[in-house]
């Protein structure tokens, strides 16, 4: 069954320190992949995608983020958290050959202490 | 500015009452969706359409119906066969072509009293 699995509920980091929030899919396929970031009580904004090529992806608000294929994950980073970054991160993964029917995870929800 | 709205932002219905929801999008894009947002659920698909005039079910359409006379819009009706329809919900536009992300607006919050 395809699923996406964000291990990681909560997570909590100091401000300025690094983070990595953790995905892994199950697919038949190598799929398009995806991060967003939810604010609270707000929509989502794409931070940044994988359709092919360099396996590192970089997205906006300085994050980035590795597809490893043979661990089938695709894990977001960055290396300073900010405040600002307090927010629900949502990975996805969806078929090369169409746009709709993302597979979503649960989310992480990202806390920083001061 | 393109974009999707969605309105209201907040919406409180009694039980037993169907209410609609508004979702435009100036983006120019075919495809639209509906999403239900539960805490610690992520995203549940509710209805999608790619054209004017078609739609398909989603994961989770029962108690819910759609329709899409326009390519800007994409109304989501939550009718009273719907058993827990407090929640989050969410609509989101893309590109016909492949691997085109999900636009998504802002949000209605549904409270049924």
């Known amino acids: 069954a395809q699923s996406v699995t964000q291990p990681d509920i909560h997570i909590t980091v100091s401000e300025g320190a690094s983070l990595e929030l953790r995905c892994n899919y199950s697919?038949?396929?190598?799929?398009?992949l995806f991060w967003y970031v939810q604010s609270p009580g707000q929509g989502l904004q794409l931070l940044l995608k994988?359709?092919?090529?360099d396996t590192l992806v970089q997205g906006i608000k300085g994050f980035e983020a590795e597809f490893k294929r043979s661990q089938s994950s695709f894990n977001l980073r960055k290396p300073s958290v900010h405040w600002s970054d307090a927010a629900e991160y949502f990975c996805?993964?969806?078929?090369?050959?169409?746009?709709?029917?993302?597979?979503w995870g649960a989310g992480t929800k990202l806390i920083i202490k001061p | 500015d393109g974009g999707i709205t969605q309105s209201p932002k907040y919406l409180f219905r009694k039980e037993g009452q169907n209410v609609t929801l508004s979702c435009e999008q100036n983006?120019?894009?075919?495809?639209m969706y509906w999403y239900r947002q539960d805490p610690g659920q992520g995203l549940r698909l509710i209805y999608y359409?790619?054209?004017?005039?078609?739609?398909q079910k989603g994961d989770i359409a029962e108690g819910y119906s759609v329709s899409r006379e326009k390519k800007e819009s994409f109304p989501l009706t939550v009718t009273s066969a719907q058993k827990n329809p407090t929640a989050f919900y969410l609509c989101?536009?893309?590109?016909?072509?492949?691997?085109?992300?999900?636009?998504f607006g802002p949000g209605t919050r549904l409270t049924v009293l």
């Open positions: 989101a536009s893309s590109p016909l072509t492949s691997g085109g992300e999900q636009f």
């Open positions: 983006l120019n894009h075919d495809a």
């Open positions: 359409s790619q054209i004017v005039n078609d739609f």
């Open positions: 697919y038949g396929a190598t799929p398009y």
């Open positions: 994988y359709f092919s090529g």
């Open positions: 996805a993964v969806g078929p090369m050959d169409s746009n709709y029917q993302l597979i």
